[in-house]
């Protein structure tokens, strides 16, 4: 069954699988205050939600990104899309003792990322600019920077759009892994079961089969943001239940909570 058939048997499977929901694990790290939305959803609906990330970064080390012979003084620009590309960017800078120039453009893929380099320079005084949360957000600024030279820092499977904006457009840039993405260890969640799992990206998609490889879906709803998660899930054998984002739940949350009001009845 290819992408596009499977997408139509979803949507008939959806309605069929509707059930009461008692538990959320969702994919990512915990937050680290209690004003995130899924303690207040959880409050709410008297629901139990847990988190556990599927995956997680490990830095790759100074003497191999030396292998791939990218010099950063040759850069005048940066280009960030996490906070782990800012992380890592400095670790490495560090690492190498590299004096990151005062000069250095930053081009970040939105606010709260740009707000980040706060942790490592000061922000007022350096060059930041920032899109909403897409590569293409940074077009019309970019425009007026095409001459800079870009380091654009990222993991080992880095975002395509982004990739495919700059390079689409012409800028003279070079990706630099400086970070890659692991599958975690969830032995100990093998004879524990879910409700609803949450699942961000086609990596967590991977670590549940490397995990567990003969994961069957059975009565969990699998909850899915954004296109490329949707596609691994479905090239999976698996059925998205609630889909992420839409015009009726542009944030994750907003699905669940649409789905657990008519589940909950």
């Given at each position: 069954m290819d992408y596009k058939d499977n997408q139509i048997h979803m949507q008939e499977n959806r309605e069929d699988r509707l059930r009461k929901v008692k538990s959320i694990l969702i994919t990512l790290p915990k937050p680290e205050t209690d004003k995130s939305p899924y303690f207040d959803l959880a409050k709410k609906y008297n629901v139990k939600i847990d988190f556990r990330s599927f995956i997680h970064v490990e830095g790759v080390p100074a003497k191999d990104f030396r292998k791939d012979k990218i010099n950063l003084g040759d850069f005048t620009a940066v280009v960030f899309t996490s906070r782990n590309a800012v992380d890592h960017f400095f670790r490495v800078c560090e690492e190498m003792r590299y004096d990151v120039p005062a000069d250095l453009k930053y081009f970040c893929i939105s606010e709260s990322t740009a707000l980040y380099l706060q942790k490592y320079i000061q922000y007022r005084k350096r060059k930041i600019f920032f899109g909403k949360q897409t590569a293409s957000d940074l077009a019309e600024v970019l425009k007026k920077h095409a001459s800079e030279k870009f380091l654009y820092p990222c993991s080992d499977v880095a975002t395509e759009d982004t990739m495919n904006f700059l390079q689409k457009n012409g800028y003279d840039f070079?990706?630099?892994?400086?970070?890659?993405?692991?599958?975690?260890d969830l032995s100990d969640l093998a004879e524990v079961f879910y409700d609803i799992i949450g699942f961000f990206s086609p990596s967590s998609i991977q670590s549940l089969f490397t995990n567990f490889p003969e994961f069957k879906?059975?009565?969990?709803?699998?909850?899915?943001?954004?296109?490329?998660?949707?596609?691994?899930?479905?090239?999976a054998g698996l059925i998205v239940d609630i889909a992420a984002p839409s015009p009726e739940a542009p944030s994750m949350i907003m699905a669940i909570e649409n789905y657990i009001k008519k589940s909950n009845k």
């Open positions: 070079t990706p630099a892994v400086l970070f890659k993405t692991v599958v975690s879906q059975n009565n969990t709803r699998i909850a899915a943001f954004g296109v490329n998660t949707h596609r691994a899930v479905t090239e």
